[in-house]
């Protein structure tokens, strides 16, 4: 299962999941670079960084050039960057599809793209997008982000496809709700709304999952891992769900 020597980028790498990411793989030997919007976060990891934005095209380009000349050509990329924004559908405007596409879609897109020529010139290569559920079902009230999440596991499964001779797999990494600040904020969000405790703002989420937790951050690290490994070579294409049965 070894990645030892490998070049990892992961995107969104400054906290939860990707931070999960970034520290097990650059334990298990990997030359890691982590991606992500705000430098002091990317800097309180202490593993090499490039100050990024994934939504813009430029940005990755610029980003991946400097992380390759770092730490050389690059064979995994971990596309864990996203967000997630809950607006009733009779309400969300053009603008609010659009952000979630830009972050959670194209920000995929961008740095999958920014790593092919690599993994094509070396006959080997680990795409991962960290998708979610919202990619395999529907949830109220976030249309937009599980249209962006259902378009991610769209494009892993053409690409497997594409790609499935070249020596590159792809795959998404679909977790339930993962204990990160990214759900701290929407359990904030949902206490506001509705006068819940928080406690029962807690539940109603860990409701969908029949194990009746939250996933933990080391789970998906441990996945992605996994997709990485000569064990998952015929992993291809695949949305890997990690609910506790959910789904």
């Known amino acids: 299962m070894s990645v030892s020597g490998r070049h990892v980028i992961v995107t969104g790498g400054g906290s939860g999941v990707g931070a999960a990411c970034a520290r097990l793989l650059a334990d298990e030997g990997a030359k890691v670079t982590i ?27 610029a980003a991946f050039a400097a992380a390759r000349a770092e730490s050389g050509p690059i064979d995994v990329v971990i596309a864990n960057a996203g967000a997630a924004a809950s607006v009733p559908f009779a309400k969300m405007t053009p603008a609010d599809l659009q952000a979630m596409l830009a972050v959670n879609l194209m920000g995929v897109s961008n740095v999958w793209q920014a790593a092919l020529p690599d993994m094509k010139a070396n006959g080997w290569g680990r795409m991962i997008a960290v998708a979610s559920t ?10 937009a982000y599980c249209a962006a999440k259902h378009a991610v596991v769209g494009l892993t499964r053409a690409l497997g496809r594409e790609l499935a001779r070249t020596g590159i797999t792809v795959n998404a990494i679909c977790p339930g709700f993962v204990e990160t600040p ?57 949305a890997l769900s990690l609910s506790g049965g959910e789904l």
């Not at 309180?44 to 934005?53: E, G, H, M, R, T």
């Not at 969908?208 to 990485?228: H, K, T, Y």
């Open 35 to 61: 991606l992500g919007r705000t430098e002091e976060k990317l800097a309180a990891q202490s593993l090499p960084y490039q100050v990024c934005d994934v939504t813009s095209i430029e940005a990755v380009a």
């Open 134 to 143: 919202a990619g395999l079902r529907g949830y109220p009230y976030v249309s």
């Open 182 to 238: 990214l759900l701290e904020r929407s359990i904030d969000t949902i206490t506001a709304k509705t006068g819940l405790s928080r406690a029962a703002a807690e539940d109603t989420l860990k409701a969908d999952n029949p194990q009746g937790r939250f996933i933990q951050p080391c789970e998906v690290a441990a996945s992605a891992l996994w997709l990485c490994s000569e064990g998952a070579k015929s992993v291809n294409g695949h």
